[in-house]
């Protein structure tokens, strides 16, 4: 599905849960927020429309959805 390798998904899947008030009622944003910090290197700003990996979102929101309960 991407290019991207396990480590860095596993990486970011591990920041993602141990984001401030992380709750899985919003999983996407979280998966968007680190796609961004990712891409930019910070974290976005409250009306930050600068665009994110797509492929790079996706996959960490199946990952995170698939290991939620783990």
């Known amino acids: 599905m991407s290019n991207y390798s396990s480590a ?3 990486s970011l899947c591990s920041k993602i849960k141990n984001y401030p ?8 944003k ?11 290197g910070v974290l976005p700003s409250e009306y930050d429309i600068r665009e994110i990996d797509e492929t ?3 996959v ?5 959805k698939k290991n ?3």
């Open 30 to 40: 979280f998966c968007w927020m680190a796609a961004h910090e990712y891409k930019h």
């Open 60 to 64: 960490l929101l199946e990952e995170v």
């Open 56 to 58: 790079l979102y996706l």
């Open 21 to 28: 008030r992380f709750s899985k009622g919003d999983i996407e």
């Open 8 to 10: 860095l998904i596993e």
């Open 68 to 70: 939620i309960n783990k």
